[in-house]
């Protein structure tokens, strides 16, 4: 199990270094928000407004965003804005009664899905999706056990901080938890033998929860593994893994919080790039483009013995202005062609980051699909190096470029910008990287 890694967040014994208008809002929100609270940066930053990829301060510096995928249409898209408003003026009330906006929307969406993927239900965040698709599996299955990769990250409620390894040690994980590796093509015996070996580690897992008593319940993956480091080749590597678990039992749930809504480019969902149909998708982030919505898409027959003996409920989740808001991020996905770009630029992206790894000794794999990339930062030494990434990332800040690392160590750069990002956008941000790495 991994210790959370924390490389990029702002420590408060650089709080005296601060401008005197950011150490007072620094000391503000440290008197009255909760310890377990972290902030970006060693200089934290402070926006004031957004638009498309960039976002700007107060003092009128612009900021290019390559980290944030909630506003996926772009920040503060004036067809989301105008939707929100215009439904919250007129009507928004819980789910308990008739409204056209979350049938519409359940219709558009499940357009989007497999035929046999039938089945939705809204809440607002991806942890609730995550957590309600876990009831849901063990409903149908009269399992307890879950499967989940060895640096995953699911959510923060109790149930699902428990199946979050990437939390680290002082969140244990639930007894009847098991964890395997990331499918890591350097794991495998070659690059097409990582579906082999991930098939063997959940094998591995079904095995030793059998022996301890164990029923199955699901194997839950972000299809994207982006806590784990991003994996995303070769397409198709989950399908033995999956039925690994179906044939003892189990579910497939496909945890599309970070990889749906068109981010891989060359589709709506990670999971269709490994040619699967899911039992249970959850979904959440990009959902909304920052109004909270999030909510499972399940096989109609994986809900029934939980609709005859549960009920769903969600006060907010999928209320008419979450519906309003989701509805027109479908709208400009189709409109603004953001899936094409998304494939486009990030292929653009990706050729980019493996030209700088040829000149830059910092940069070592490069890995990703669409406009989501890992790319492994490496020390003097040759070793994966979160102190460089994290000297990186804070250097990347101060030339008003805004990214992140993750993965296991931390080491691996995410860059998983808005889907409006331009070539133009990935070039600049190659050349702040080329510069930043030259003189890091
Ligand atoms: N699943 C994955 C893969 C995630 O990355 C996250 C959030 N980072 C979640 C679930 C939880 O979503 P939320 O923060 O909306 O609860």
Excluded at 191 to 213: K, L, N, S, Y
Excluded at 295 to 312: D, P, Q, S
Aim: net charge negative; charged share 20%; hydrophobic share 45%.
């Amino acid at each position: 199990m991994s210790v959370p890694v924390m490389i990029n967040a702002f420590d408060s014994r650089n709080a005296a270094n601060l401008d005197e208008r950011t150490r007072d809002l620094v000391e503000r929100r440290q008197r009255v928000l909760g310890q377990p609270y972290r902030m970006f940066y060693e200089e934290p930053v402070h926006f004031d407004w957004a638009s498309g990829v960039r976002l700007y301060d107060a003092a009128g510096n612009t900021y290019l965003d390559a980290y944030n995928n909630v506003p996926c249409v772009g920040h503060c898209h004036p067809r989301v804005v105008a939707a929100i408003a215009e439904q919250a003026a007129r009507l928004n009330v819980h789910t308990r009664y008739l409204d056209e906006s979350i049938v519409g929307y359940a219709e558009r969406l499940l357009a989007h899905f497999p035929a046999e993927t039938n089945r939705l239900m809204l809440t607002c965040t991806g942890s609730e999706a995550n957590d309600l698709a876990l009831r849901i599996a063990r409903n149908h299955t009269g399992g307890t056990g879950f499967i989940v990769t060895a640096n995953a990250y699911h959510g923060i409620s109790h149930a699902i901080a428990a199946m979050s390894p990437s939390l680290g040690l002082n969140v244990p994980l639930a007894v009847d938890v098991r964890t395997v590796a990331a499918p890591d093509p350097r794991l495998a015996a070659s690059p097409e033998a990582v579906g082999a070996f991930f098939e063997r580690e959940v094998r591995t897992a079904i095995a030793d929860m059998q022996r301890h008593g164990i029923r199955p319940a699901a194997l839950l993956v972000d299809t994207i593994f982006s806590s784990d480091g991003v994996f995303s080749e070769p397409a198709g590597f989950l399908a033995g893994a999956v039925a690994a678990i179906r044939e003892a039992g189990g579910l497939f749930i496909a945890d599309e919080v970070q990889a749906g809504f068109g981010r891989m480019g060359s589709h709506m969902w990670g999971f269709q790039r490994h040619g699967l149909v899911p039992d249970l998708v959850t979904m959440g982030k990009p959902m909304g483009n920052g109004y909270p919505i999030a909510g499972v898409v399940a096989r109609e027959e994986v809900l029934e013995r939980f609709a005859r003996e549960a009920r769903y409920f969600n006060t907010f989740g999928g209320n008419p202005v979450a519906c309003a808001a989701a509805t027109a991020v479908l709208d400009i996905l189709r409109d603004e062609d953001l899936l094409a770009n998304a494939a486009t630029v990030g292929a653009h992206m990706k050729a980019g980051f493996e030209a700088l790894s040829k000149r830059h000794d910092t940069i070592g794999d490069v890995r990703g699909q669409g406009l989501f990339l890992g790319v492994d930062i490496l020390g003097a030494d040759g070793a994966p190096s979160p102190g460089v990434a994290g000297d990186l990332v804070n250097a990347l800040r101060r030339r008003r470029v805004l990214i992140s690392a993750s993965g296991p160590l931390g080491h691996v750069l995410k860059i998983r910008p808005p889907l409006p990002f331009s070539i133009a956008d990935a070039d600049e941000l190659l050349q702040v990287c080329d510069e930043v790495l030259a003189n890091l």
